[in-house]
């Protein structure tokens, strides 16, 4: 399986705040199968970034095309080389 990042652009309107309950709950969805490592988003630039596991750029898509936000984005696919996160590390070992 391999890693890509999802890099979308969104715009809003009033229906669009309407539809972000059932998104959160396609994430989460994501999250907890292991289908989706990281989901980020900044109101400031409109962006949102997610890391999905996949075998193919078009499972990809059909991943993202599900959430009930699509109509509103326009993304780009990037398969990832590397990956490093603090979350994927070991935890530090604490002597007592």
Known sequence: MKKYQAIISFEMDEEFMTLVPPHRTYIN???NKGTIDSYAVSMETLTSW???NANTKKEVKEILEKS???KYWTFEICELFVYDSQSTRLPAVQLN
């Open 29 to 31: 969805f994501l999250l």
């Open 68 to 70: 009930p936000l699509a």
């Open 50 to 52: 997610i890391t999905i």
